[in-house]
């Protein structure tokens, strides 16, 4: 009895020790990033003081992403080529110090937009391979301890926290001197450091690369040829595709309404709260029904909210529209997220899901920088821009009818009596 006492402790013990890691990671790795917490600050920096337009604004925020749209060659290096004899903690250590070092750097460099661009590209580059590694680690502790729904469900939630969070928080440190941001994000991200090097027990492994690169170019090939995964991410795509008005918004916001840094973050708390609430319903009801109809209905909601911001035009609205908004857009996303999991080839897991998240960062953040160099080269209005987002985003609609009935047939419950047949289908 003692003995299987003891056996049921380990794996307790391991996954606890596994959680505090996860949550360090998706904590650090999400709330730092510039594109979250330094957002607000940022964009505050370039149009108050270096005086850019929304173009140059939204141009900045799209290269510095660059990093994490080349996120799937970040899985194919740290699985074939193990650090100093293992494939997670000495990249999640080496790269949260880089990164948090990099962060120290921002706070001394001029505040010029190609010397801030350069080194923000930096930040995200160290983040982007921390941000795998633990992905990785999270993926393969599930799988030894069998936790696969306890640590999804704390990644989840450590996010839509993160969400919550930023808020309030950039909106503070918008409207104080930009050092404090840096030195904020710097501390965060530092946080994974000591975590990682108290609760991350990885054994030691000598793999041979070139057998591990010789099944990556398999993999390759299989992703290649995955037929329903490229109509998922063809879906995700026309959906993200839609011209964008994220920093147009920014701009309406000081520019018209006069809405202070905090004002603005409290609006993305009312937005990152309807967010969670989302959350939680789509976890009720992808149970109750298909993917085929939680993906119509939840793009439609989404369309339908966001044609709201055509109304934008004081704080009671503005909180309104940003709550409506930040629910139906939420729920979008999950539906979306819902299908690139299923679409995923076996075997290809990490790589696979990789490439779609890819695809949806490379359009969001691409079509925000095309929608507000509609307003200032071609004088295209907000209310304008507002319309062809919300049409563009409507005519994906139809599309998912188009995918194959096996993945979208069923729901969340039925997936796992339906698993051989799809298995064989996504290969």
């Given at each position: 009895?003692?003995?299987?006492?003891?056996?049921?402790?380990?794996?307790?013990?391991?996954?606890?020790?596994?959680?505090?890691?996860?949550?360090?990671?998706?904590?650090?790795?999400?709330?730092?990033?510039?594109?979250?917490?330094?957002?607000?600050?940022?964009?505050?920096?370039?149009?108050?003081?270096?005086?850019?337009?929304?173009?140059?604004?939204?141009?900045?925020?799209?290269?510095?992403?660059?990093?994490?749209?080349?996120?799937?060659?970040?899985?194919?290096?740290?699985?074939?080529?193990?650090?100093?004899?293992?494939?997670?903690?000495?990249?999640?250590?080496?790269?949260?110090?880089?990164?948090?070092?990099?962060?120290?750097?921002?706070?001394?460099?001029?505040?010029?937009?190609?010397?801030?661009?350069?080194?923000?590209?930096?930040?995200?580059?160290?983040?982007?391979?921390?941000?795998?590694?633990?992905?990785?680690?999270?993926?393969?502790?599930?799988?030894?301890?069998?936790?696969?729904?306890?640590?999804?469900?704390?990644?989840?939630?450590?996010?839509?926290?993160?969400?919550?969070?930023?808020?309030?928080?950039?909106?503070?440190?918008?409207?104080?001197?930009?050092?404090?941001?840096?030195?904020?994000?710097?501390?965060?991200?530092?946080?994974?450091?000591?975590?990682?090097?108290?609760?991350?027990?990885?054994?030691?492994?000598?793999?041979?690369?070139?057998?591990?690169?010789?099944?990556?170019?398999?993999r390759l090939v299989e992703i290649g040829t995955a037929r329903t995964m490229w109509a998922a991410a063809g879906?995700?795509?026309?959906?993200?595709?839609?011209?964008?008005?994220?920093?147009?918004?920014?701009?309406?916001?000081?520019?018209?309404?006069?809405?202070?840094?905090?004002?603005?973050?409290?609006?993305?708390?009312?937005?990152?709260?309807?967010?969670?609430?989302?959350?939680?319903?789509?976890?009720?009801?992808?149970?109750?029904?298909?993917?085929?109809?939680?993906?119509?209905?939840?793009?439609?909601?989404?369309?339908?909210?966001?044609?709201?911001?055509?109304f934008y035009s004081s704080i009671a609205r503005a909180q309104a529209i940003e709550g409506l908004n930040g629910?139906?857009?939420?729920?979008?996303?999950?539906?979306?997220?819902?299908?690139?999991?299923?679409?995923?080839?076996?075997?290809?897991?990490?790589?696979?899901?990789?490439?779609?998240?890819?695809?949806?960062?490379?359009?969001?953040?691409?079509?925000?920088?095309?929608?507000?160099?509609?307003?200032?080269?071609?004088?295209?209005?907000?209310?304008?821009?507002?319309?062809?987002?919300?049409?563009?985003?409507?005519?994906?609609?139809?599309?998912?009818?188009?995918?194959?009935?096996?993945?979208?047939?069923?729901?969340?419950?039925?997936?796992?009596?339906?698993?051989?047949?799809?298995?064989?289908?996504?290969?």
């Open positions: 009895m003692a003995a299987a006492s003891n056996n049921r402790q380990g794996p307790d013990k391991s996954l606890t020790y596994a959680a505090l890691v996860i949550v360090a990671g998706v904590l650090a790795t999400t709330l730092a990033q510039p594109q979250v917490l330094a957002r607000l600050p940022l964009q505050n920096l370039l149009k108050n003081e270096l005086h850019t337009d929304r173009t140059a604004n939204a141009a900045f925020f799209f290269w510095a992403g660059l990093a994490w749209y080349l996120k799937p060659f970040a899985g194919i290096l740290t699985d074939a080529f193990p650090l100093f004899g293992n494939r997670r903690k000495s990249y999640i250590l080496i790269s949260a110090t880089l990164a948090a070092l990099s962060w120290l750097a921002l706070m001394v460099t001029p505040h010029e937009y190609r010397g801030l661009l350069f080194v923000v590209i930096v930040i995200n580059t160290f983040m982007m391979i921390a941000s795998t590694a633990v992905g990785g680690y999270m993926v393969e502790t599930a799988q030894a301890t069998s936790g696969s729904g306890r640590l999804t469900a704390i990644r989840q939630f450590i996010q839509q926290a993160c969400f919550v969070i930023n808020g309030p928080a950039a909106g503070y440190l918008a409207s104080i001197a930009f050092s404090w941001t840096a030195a904020a994000c710097g501390g965060i991200m530092f946080m994974l450091v000591p975590v990682t090097v108290l609760f991350l027990n990885e054994q030691r492994k000598q793999l041979d690369s070139r057998e591990v690169l010789d099944n990556a170019r398999r879906l995700m795509a026309l959906f993200y595709i839609a011209p964008g008005f994220a920093t147009a918004l920014f701009y309406r916001q000081q520019n018209e309404l006069h809405f202070n840094t905090q004002m603005q973050g409290f609006l993305q708390l009312i937005a990152g709260v309807c967010g969670t609430l989302a959350a939680v319903g789509y976890g009720v009801l992808c149970r109750r029904l298909n993917l085929r109809t939680l993906l119509v209905c939840c793009m439609l909601l989404a369309t339908i909210a966001n044609f709201g911001y055509l629910f139906g857009y939420t729920l979008a996303e999950l539906a979306l997220m819902d299908l690139a999991v299923r679409s995923t080839p076996a075997g290809s897991e990490g790589l696979g899901f990789s490439i779609m998240i890819s695809v949806r960062n490379l359009a969001l953040f691409g079509t925000d920088w095309f929608g507000s160099n509609l307003l200032d080269q071609y004088h295209l209005s907000f209310n304008s821009l507002v319309i062809a987002n919300s049409a563009t985003t409507l005519i994906a609609v139809p599309f998912v009818f188009l995918l194959p009935r096996l993945v979208v047939a069923r729901k969340e419950a039925e997936i796992y009596e339906a698993a051989p047949m799809l298995k064989r289908a996504l290969e």
